[in-house]
């Protein structure tokens, strides 16, 4: 794989998790409605400088980005959601994306060392210690 299918992989992934965010932002029900609208609200804002993120470094590098919604849709590994989720199941949604995304950064540091991108490969990282962060505090909402 190449650097730029990487990142548009992830901005692919970012595009899917946008609206995915979104989605559990409108539609979370229940007693904990208050807390994960909030919640929900700051993911898909990050989510979104997330994708400029990558597709500015990806067209600094001289790459394009994808820039449609049917590209990320068949290049993302993180799959659409569906409105009858319960609070829990979306947060455990989101905690089972970050986690395939953090697996994906990851080889996509060793992609980026091995170009002898390390500006890339820095923004991978920083964005795995975030997502690691975030699962921790998701599971602990879970109790898991």
Do not use: C, R
């Not at 899917?16 to 994960?36: I, R």
């Not at 990806?58 to 290049?75: D, F, H, R």
């Not at 089972?96 to 091995?114: P, R």
């Amino acid at each position: 794989m190449t650097l730029e299918q990487v990142l548009n992989q992830q901005i692919a992934n970012w595009t899917v998790l946008y609206t995915k965010l979104h989605q559990f932002h409108w539609y979370v029900k229940g007693p904990h409605f208050f807390t994960l609208h909030v919640k929900f609200e700051e993911l898909y804002n990050e989510a979104a400088a997330t994708i400029d993120e990558f597709a500015e470094q990806l067209l600094a590098n001289g790459g394009s980005p994808i820039s449609t919604l049917k590209e990320s849709l068949q290049l993302a590994t993180i799959e659409e959601s569906n409105d009858k989720l319960t609070a829990e199941e979306m947060v455990q949604a989101v905690v089972n994306d970050f986690s395939l995304i953090i697996t994906e950064l990851k080889t996509g540091m060793e992609v980026a060392e091995q170009n002898n991108d390390e500006v890339t490969s820095d923004m991978f990282l920083g964005l795995i210690g975030k997502l690691t962060k975030h699962n921790w505090m998701l599971k602990s909402f879970l109790n898991a």
